[in-house]
């Protein structure tokens, strides 16, 4: 059984806003990454998965149960750590922790005291004084102290500097050796990169694409660099049924779907220097997905 099971889940705010017949699942011991531009629906999707909202339509299960319905019985165990950060803020962060802590009915703090110290976090200071930074790192102990299982994190390293965006890597990477299941949102393609087994990509509201990193590295789009003899015939390629990403002098850097033949055809009616596969990174995929260049 999967452990988060979306199917059909439509959520519609009017004017194209919210998110469509969204379908996944994340599997046991899955680290599971949900990217998408501003606005396209991510914590609206982990919204409804804490229970927070009903569907409009469709339905969205943690362990079989559903997520509107049993919200309480999930989000007891659930580790979730929302977008927008709203702590108490007269509340020191140590207080905070402490209130939690007895809570969720736990027994010991050693697990908390390690997660403070990883994450170099002050929790004597009141929290409405905490840097945004360190009440993210707040949010992240909160999250992991109690050692769930499962684990939903909304842009967990938003306010992250890049020593703690590393603390934040190697713990997901630590939770992942123990099985845990974990989808989290983000905007960086690094963290995504180094954490994530499958990816699914939100443009619109809309899942693009759920698939493997390994999957999406392979994907059917190659750029190819193609260095003319000079600018006119640089100028005139242009101008063919051809995908061009970039132009600079005699240079063009072209996206070719699945087949190179029709490229290749066009391409022998032209002073042709050299055609090189210029790869591409994984970030490089993701704006393909997201909309961007060729599009
Ligand atoms: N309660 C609401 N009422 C009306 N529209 C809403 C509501 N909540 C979200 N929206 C709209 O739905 C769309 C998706 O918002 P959502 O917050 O899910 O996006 P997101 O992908 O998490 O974005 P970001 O990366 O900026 O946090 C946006 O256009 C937003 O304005």
């Given amino acids: ?65 559903d997520c509107f319905e049993s919200a309480a019985v999930i989000q007891e165990t659930l580790g979730y750590l929302p977008g927008d950060i ?12 402490s209130f939690m802590a007895k809570y969720r009915g736990m027994k010991t703090l050693g697990r908390t005291k390690e997660l403070i110290d990883r994450f170099e976090l ?74 994530c087994d499958r990816i699914g990509i939100l443009k619109n509201g809309r899942l693009e694409t759920v698939s493997s990193l390994d999957e999406l590295r392979r994907t059917e789009r190659r750029v190819y660099i193609v260095t003319l003899e000079n600018e006119e015939a640089a100028h005139a390629l242009q101008h063919e049924n051809i995908s061009v990403i970039e132009a600079e002098g005699r240079m063009l850097k072209i996206a070719v779907y699945r087949d190179l033949r029709s490229l290749l055809s066009i391409l022998v009616n032209y002073p042709v220097m050299t055609l090189d596969n210029a790869g591409q990174s994984l970030e490089e995929i993701f704006l393909h997905y997201y909309g961007g260049e060729d599009e």
């Fill in 1 to 65: 059984m999967s452990i988060i099971d979306v199917n059909g889940l439509t959520c519609d705010y009017g004017r194209g806003r919210g998110v469509f017949d969204l379908h996944f699942t994340v599997e046991p011991g899955e680290v599971f990454g949900f990217l998408g531009p501003n606005a396209s629906g991510k914590t609206t999707t982990i919204r409804h998965l804490m229970g927070f909202v009903k569907p409009a339509s469709g339905t969205c299960q943690i362990e079989g149960r």
């Fill in 86 to 97: 709203s702590l108490f803020s007269d509340m020191s962060g140590k207080a905070f922790l």
């Fill in 122 to 195: 002050d929790v004597r200071q009141p929290i409405r004084r905490m840097s945004k930074g360190a009440k993210q790192k707040l949010a992240l102990v909160c999250a992991f102290m109690h050692d769930p299982s499962i684990l939903i994190l909304d842009e967990p390293t938003a306010s992250l500097d890049l020593l703690m965006q590393h603390a934040f890597i190697d713990l997901i990477l630590e939770e992942k050796k123990k099985g845990k299941t974990i989808l989290m949102s983000s905007h960086r393609f690094s963290e995504v990169e180094k954490t």
